[in-house]
Protein backbone atom coordinates (compact mmCIF):
# COMPACT_ATOMS: atom_id res chain seq x y z
CA UNK A 1 0.00 0.00 0.00
CA UNK A 2 1.55 3.60 -0.81
CA UNK A 3 0.21 6.60 0.79
CA UNK A 4 2.08 8.87 -1.13
CA UNK A 5 3.52 11.87 0.60
CA UNK A 6 0.85 11.44 3.40
CA UNK A 7 2.91 9.20 6.12
CA UNK A 8 0.23 8.94 8.71
CA UNK A 9 0.68 6.01 11.15
CA UNK A 10 -1.92 3.48 10.21
CA UNK A 11 -2.16 1.31 13.56
CA UNK A 12 -4.04 -2.32 12.57
CA UNK A 13 -7.87 -1.66 13.11
CA UNK A 14 -9.48 -4.02 15.47
CA UNK A 15 -13.28 -5.25 15.43
CA UNK A 16 -14.81 -3.28 18.35
CA UNK A 17 -16.58 -6.36 19.08
CA UNK A 18 -14.70 -9.05 19.51
CA UNK A 19 -11.21 -7.63 19.17
CA UNK A 20 -10.26 -9.65 15.67
CA UNK A 21 -8.52 -8.09 13.33
CA UNK A 22 -10.05 -6.11 10.21
CA UNK A 23 -9.41 -6.83 6.70
CA UNK A 24 -10.51 -5.12 3.69
CA UNK A 25 -13.26 -6.30 1.48
CA UNK A 26 -15.93 -4.95 -0.57
CA UNK A 27 -19.12 -5.48 -0.18
CA UNK A 28 -22.68 -4.13 -0.82
CA UNK A 29 -24.37 -2.80 2.46
CA UNK A 30 -28.08 -1.18 2.99
CA UNK A 31 -28.53 2.31 4.61
CA UNK A 32 -31.24 3.81 6.00
CA UNK A 33 -32.25 7.23 5.28
CA UNK A 34 -35.09 8.90 7.27
CA UNK A 35 -38.45 6.80 7.96
CA UNK A 36 -38.94 5.25 4.63
CA UNK A 37 -36.20 4.96 2.41
CA UNK A 38 -33.10 2.10 1.70
CA UNK A 39 -30.06 2.73 -0.03
CA UNK A 40 -28.28 -0.12 -1.06
CA UNK A 41 -24.31 0.80 -1.57
CA UNK A 42 -23.01 -1.90 -4.53
CA UNK A 43 -19.16 -2.12 -4.21
CA UNK A 44 -18.53 -0.43 -0.83
CA UNK A 45 -15.11 -0.79 0.60
CA UNK A 46 -15.28 -1.91 4.14
CA UNK A 47 -13.33 -3.16 6.77
CA UNK A 48 -14.67 -6.67 7.94
CA UNK A 49 -14.03 -8.85 11.22
CA UNK A 50 -12.22 -12.01 10.28
CA UNK A 51 -13.60 -13.41 13.46
CA UNK A 52 -17.04 -12.45 13.74
CA UNK A 53 -17.95 -10.79 10.47
CA UNK A 54 -18.74 -7.37 12.08
CA UNK A 55 -18.27 -4.46 8.64
CA UNK A 56 -17.10 -1.30 9.82
CA UNK A 57 -16.62 1.68 7.50
CA UNK A 58 -12.82 3.53 7.63
CA UNK A 59 -13.68 7.12 8.18
CA UNK A 60 -13.11 8.23 4.30
CA UNK A 61 -15.56 6.21 3.65
CA UNK A 62 -18.05 7.39 5.90
CA UNK A 63 -17.21 10.87 4.42
CA UNK A 64 -18.00 9.30 1.13
CA UNK A 65 -21.49 7.60 2.09
CA UNK A 66 -22.46 10.56 4.20
CA UNK A 67 -22.28 12.68 0.59
CA UNK A 68 -24.11 9.90 -1.30
CA UNK A 69 -26.61 9.64 0.55
CA UNK A 70 -27.37 13.13 0.91
CA UNK A 71 -27.47 13.21 -2.55
CA UNK A 72 -30.33 10.32 -2.58
CA UNK A 73 -33.81 11.04 -3.77
CA UNK A 74 -35.63 9.98 -0.38
CA UNK A 75 -39.29 9.94 -2.07
CA UNK A 76 -38.31 5.90 -3.22
CA UNK A 77 -38.54 3.27 -0.62
CA UNK A 78 -35.83 1.92 -2.32
CA UNK A 79 -32.41 3.04 -4.16
CA UNK A 80 -29.11 0.86 -5.26
CA UNK A 81 -26.28 3.23 -6.10
CA UNK A 82 -23.22 2.05 -7.10
CA UNK A 83 -20.39 3.24 -4.52
CA UNK A 84 -17.70 5.19 -6.58
CA UNK A 85 -15.13 6.29 -3.63
CA UNK A 86 -13.35 8.18 -6.42
CA UNK A 87 -15.11 9.70 -9.18
CA UNK A 88 -13.99 8.31 -12.75
CA UNK A 89 -16.46 8.19 -14.96
CA UNK A 90 -14.05 7.26 -18.13
CA UNK A 91 -14.27 3.47 -16.04
CA UNK A 92 -17.85 3.57 -15.17
CA UNK A 93 -20.10 5.30 -17.46
CA UNK A 94 -23.47 3.84 -17.03
CA UNK A 95 -23.05 3.51 -13.40
CA UNK A 96 -21.33 6.68 -12.42
CA UNK A 97 -22.76 8.59 -9.67
CA UNK A 98 -21.67 12.20 -9.28
CA UNK A 99 -23.03 12.63 -5.06
CA UNK A 100 -24.20 16.36 -5.68
ZN1 LIG B 1 -15.16 -9.29 15.48
Known amino acids: MRFGIY ?3 SPQMRCRVCGGLLEQRVTDLPFKIGDSSIVILKAL ?3 Q ?3 CGETEL ?3 TMIRVDQVLAGVDTSSELEVIRFVAR ?3 SQI ?3 CYLGT
Open 7 to 9: NKQ
Open 93 to 95: LAG
Open 49 to 51: CRQ
Open 45 to 47: PVL
Open 87 to 89: ISC
Open 58 to 60: EPA
